[in-house]
């Protein structure tokens, strides 16, 4: 039988790498062995950080939402529970978006959450 030599797969293999480590600097972008490493940390990044970006925008709300619920009088905690305890059921990105840009509306919340405590 004769001898298979992985040769097309291989190189496939290769660019695919060397395509991806692309904007490194020096050898991690260059050599094959340095640049796999990289591609291969940038991933375990990107997998760890697709998830942590989750937890750090869900925070970055509820800071939005405490902030605007301060303005009036209002906890973070008991303006949510007040919005809870009213039927109210509008998830936290949004209520962040409307203390932003919108807080008149807000501010209606902030009442409906109050007369409900």
């Known amino acids: ?16 790498i060397m395509r991806a480590a692309k904007g490194a600097r020096g050898g991690r972008s260059k050599l094959y062995k340095s640049a796999k490493e990289n591609v291969e940390r940038g991933l375990r990044y990107a997998y760890r950080d697709r998830r942590r970006r989750k937890r750090d925008f869900r925070r970055l709300w509820i800071l ?34 409307l203390a932003v840009r919108d807080p008149a509306a807000f501010g209606e919340l902030a009442e409906v959450a109050k007369q409900s405590l």
């Not at 039988?1 to 797969?9: H, I, L, T, W, Y």
């Not at 605007?68 to 059921?89: C, N, P, T």
Request: hydrophobic share 40%; glycine share 4%.
């Open 1 to 16: 039988m004769p001898r298979v030599r992985s040769n097309v797969a291989r190189l496939k293999r290769k660019k695919k």
């Open 64 to 97: 939005r939402i405490n902030a605007a619920a301060r303005l009036h009088d209002l906890s973070y905690s008991r303006f949510m529970s007040g919005l809870r305890k009213a039927g109210v059921e509008i998830n936290r990105k949004v209520l962040a978006d």
